[in-house]
């Protein structure tokens, strides 16, 4: 069984603060999604990491996969109110066809 | 706008009954998963398929839930009986399989047995 932990479950920050996600297997990922869930929806593809030590950023969102490809980081600068929601990791084995998700982190910032 | 479709978006049943949940991939999309989201468990994947073909299954009790593509723009999953227990939210999310298959999800099947 493929399992992604994240850490921290929960985070309850101020605006404007930065915060970091963790995302760690012991598996191997041929690559490593993250996805932001808000209440009553499904989740939607925030962006796909594929090269072990790859880093992209988005606005103030920076995603970072590790050099094994077993884990990633979701670091987020200056938090705003809009980005209260829960994020997922997923893992993507490219021989299984597998999309496997991460426990989740849900993301509290207020004003 | 492509988006996946999942109907009913709510279904409050009998604990015992049967219940079918529908889902309407993306066109063109030739890989479909079904997933079920609760607090305790997080999101867990039941059953994929690529091109309609079941590729696994192994995530579903299997005594009690099957998932089929009649066709391509159809994907169900069904319980029979229900029971208490499955009370969650399921998902179906479609894409196209490749190095990087990234998942489009519908907005998801409440289910409440009671």
């Known amino acids: 069984t493929q399992l992604l932990e994240q850490s921290p479950q929960f985070l309850s920050i101020q605006e404007g603060e930065n915060l970091t996600v963790y995302c760690n297997s012991s598996?191997?990922?041929?690559?490593l999604q993250w996805y932001r869930q808000e209440p009553g929806e499904g989740p939607v593809l925030l962006v796909t990491?594929?090269?072990?030590?790859e880093v992209k950023k988005l606005k103030r969102l920076t995603f970072q996969f590790g050099d094994a490809r077993k884990d990633s980081s979701l670091h987020i600068t200056a938090a705003q109110p809009g980005d209260t929601g829960l994020y997922l990791c997923?893992?993507?084995?490219?021989?299984?066809?597998?999309?496997?998700f991460g426990t989740g982190t849900r993301l509290q910032v207020t004003l | 706008d492509a988006r996946v479709t999942q109907t009913p978006r709510h279904k409050v049943t009998e604990m015992g009954q049967e219940v079918t949940m529908r889902c309407q991939p993306i066109?063109?999309?030739?890989?479909v998963f079904w997933y079920r989201q609760t607090m305790m468990q997080g999101l867990e994947l039941l059953a994929y398929?690529?091109?309609?073909?079941?590729?696994?299954d192994s995530g579903m009790p299997k005594d009690r839930f099957s998932a089929e593509m009649p066709d391509a723009t159809l994907a169900t999953l069904k319980i029979q009986p229900s029971e208490p227990r499955d009370s969650a939210v399921y998902f179906c999310?479609?894409?196209?399989?490749?190095?990087?298959?990234?998942?489009?999800f519908g907005q998801g099947t409440r289910l409440t047995v009671v």
């Open positions: 999310a479609s894409g196209l399989v490749g190095q990087n298959t990234e998942a489009f």
């Open positions: 598996s191997v990922f041929s690559s």
């Open positions: 990491v594929v090269t072990g030590g």
């Open positions: 997923a893992g993507y084995t490219g021989t299984a066809s597998k999309l496997t």
């Open positions: 066109l063109g999309h030739n890989t």
């Open positions: 398929f690529r091109n309609r073909a079941p590729l696994d």
